[in-house]
């Protein structure tokens, strides 16, 4: 059973930081595709990164880069994203999903129904 789940979540002043983690089980980490999403509320879902399991390309969406890094750990079945200079409008719930067959690359987007596989979640709220 594939398992994806998220922690490093919380409450952050704005210019904080904050990295989230998404450990995996259940599948081989190294042949999947990493994606993370965040919602905000009454928003729709938005991929902001990904990486790719093959060759390690990422994707960043507008609206992160220069802030987001994305790695993944494959001896650990891990992947962070480190979140820098956090804006109150990054409050959202943050998702990690995992695809087998999606590979990641610029100029994107990403979209959540090119992933099959979803965390539970963990919130970022960042205080102004």
């Known amino acids: 059973e594939v398992q994806l789940v998220e922690s490093g979540g919380g409450l952050v002043q704005a210019g904080g930081s904050l990295r989230l983690s998404c450990a995996a089980s259940g599948f081989t980490f190294d042949d999947y595709t990493i994606g993370w999403f965040r919602q905000a509320p009454g928003k729709e879902r938005e991929g902001i990164s990904c990486i790719s ?34 804006k109150p409008e990054d409050t ?17 987007p990403v979209l959540a129904r090119d992933f099959t596989s979803w965390g539970q979640g963990t919130q970022v709220t960042v205080s102004s």
Do not use: E, F, M, Q
Not at 59 to 81: E, F, Q, W
Not at 97 to 106: I, K, L, N
């Open 92 to 108: 959202a719930v943050y998702y990690c999903a995992a695809d087998g067959d999606y590979y990641c690359d610029a100029p994107g």
């Open 53 to 86: 399991s093959s060759d390690g390309s990422t994707y960043y969406a507008d609206s992160v880069n220069g802030r987001v890094t994305i790695s993944r750990d494959n001896a650990k079945n891990t992947v962070h994203l480190l979140l820098d200079s956090l």
